[in-house]
């Protein structure tokens, strides 16, 4: 089963499973605004199957309802990460496994490689890694996989550049070779900062609550429109003059008060991660790791180790900038994702 969208990524995808020798059936996942045609279309230039499963409950319920109530709660949600978790490899996974399909193939940037016996990070079993392009690598939104459902996985994507992949996809006369590429959450599109917040005012169907901008001692110092439009580290957009460069270094939803400081105050040398899940069977053994805190960003070096409730400690070697609260935090040891979680 290969998950089509339609774009670049998925169709290539579907492509190259065939191209593994692979009979392929591709499906779409009705989830907002997606009708399934751009991808029935590649399948028919394929001579695959193509089918669409409206997901847009399950969509509705398990993403954008946690990621508008993140917001609200003063978090920074990371809502491709549940999609991925719940409806791609979990639903979907799941539904392709009970219909007789020996894998799932997506257009993902990471790796599935088989561990040899005895190495770091695997125990012979399958393991997840790193693509091979650094710049499009997107295991950072993986981390949440089961393990022992990565055997059944392919990422046919995840040894290429993206400028190969677009020469693969011209090649076979796909219209998304020279698509613009998305660089938001499918459901706003592109409005950034300010487009999250409209969707959720709209979403909610009433505008976001004011508050007041306070700095670290209390004192109030402008006023905002709600802090949705907010999240940690944040500088632009923020509407209010003090003078200097300010950040947003606390959202308080309780108050309804946005506190802003200086740059070097945003700096922290610990955070707490819930809600793991190892990817390396080995992983809690692991007293050292690189983690990303947020996609892109570059990965910091961190003493780790288990707190009572199950929880994660990381204690980085030097502190790091703006981990915002309900982002992921993802563990690696070199290319090997070895697990990951929330930021508490």
Known sequence: MVAMSGGVDSSVA????????????????????????????????????????????????????????????????????????????????????????????????????????????????????????????????????????????????????????????????????????????????????????????????????PGNFVDTSGRIIGRHGGVIRYTIGQRKGLGVAVGRPVYVKDIRPETGEVVLADEKELFVSRIEITGLNWQSGEGPRYTRAEIMIRYGGRPAWAAISALPDGNLLAEFDEPVRAPAKGQSAVLYDGDLVLGGGRIG
Not at 27 to 35: A, E, I, P, R
Not at 91 to 105: E, I
């Open 14 to 209: 579907a492509l190259l499973a065939m191209r593994m020798g692979y009979e392929c059936t591709g499906v779409t996942m009705k989830l907002f605004g997606n009708d399934g045609g751009d991808a029935a279309r590649v399948a028919a230039s394929l001579g695959i199957p193509h089918e669409t499963i409206d997901l847009k409950d399950e969509f509705l319920e398990s993403v954008i309802e946690p990621f508008v109530s993140a917001y609200e709660a003063g978090e920074t949600p990371n809502p491709c990460v549940e999609c991925n978790i719940r409806l791609k490899f979990g639903l979907l996974f799941d539904r392709a496994r009970a219909m007789g399909f020996d894998k799932l193939v997506t257009g993902h940037y990471a790796r599935v490689v088989q561990a040899p016996e005895g190495i770091s990070g695997g125990r012979g079993g399958w393991r997840l890694e790193r693509a091979a392009d650094a710049a499009k690598d997107q295991s950072y939104f993986l981390y949440g996989i089961a393990p022992e459902k990565l055997e059944h996985i392919i990422f046919p994507l995840g040894g290429l550049t993206k400028k190969e992949t677009r020469a693969l996809a011209a090649e076979a006369g796909f219209k998304s070779a020279s698509a613009k590429e998305s660089q938001d959450i499918c459901f706003i599109g592109d409005g950034g900062r300010a487009g999250y917040a409209g969707f959720i005012e709209s979403f909610r169907g009433e505008p976001s609550k």
